[in-house]
């Protein structure tokens, strides 16, 4: 296997991990056409290589009561990007944040027990720039891989 080239065996293991994690190297093979040391041996090269980064549970979060779900595009200055990773690693709430490009500097996602929760994360958020919030009424697809 070459350095960052999947070929169409690797691409098949993505594919069935990506849809359930939990999914058996015996499985796996069986599905791919190939045997159960193969499998393991391309799931151990494509995590040694950083192409599998790590195995998470999908969790509903609404069921243990964060039931606001939402985006704040938070503005910052490049001198305050230090102050506000340390703000966003720490907080319970942030699902996810992505630096991107555009009016705002970052996108987080984060979820909340109800709107005072919210309205306190993204008061101390403005401390570093400017923010706008979107709250998500649905979501029509879940998180998802996408494998190339």
């Known amino acids: 296997m070459k350095e ?55 969790i509903d979060t609404s069921r243990f009561g964060d039931s606001i779900k939402c985006y704040i595009n938070i503005e910052v200055d490049t001198s305050l990007r230090e102050p506000i990773y340390k703000f966003l690693n720490s907080s319970k709430n942030v699902i996810s944040c992505d630096r991107v490009t555009g009016e705002y500097s970052f996108v987080v996602q984060a979820v909340f027990e109800n709107m005072q929760e919210m309205d306190a994360f993204v008061n101390e958020a403005q401390r570093f720039g400017k923010t706008k919030t979107q709250i998500v009424f649905s979501t029509i697809i879940s998180p998802r891989n996408v494998i190339v």
């Open 4 to 58: 960052n080239v999947l070929d169409e065996l690797d691409k098949a293991i993505l594919i069935l991990l990506a849809s359930n994690a939990k999914m058996p190297v015996k499985k796996i093979a069986e599905k791919v056409f190939a045997s159960a040391p193969t499998v393991n041996t391309r799931i151990m090269e494509l995590s040694k290589k950083g192409i599998i980064k790590g195995y998470r549970a999908e």
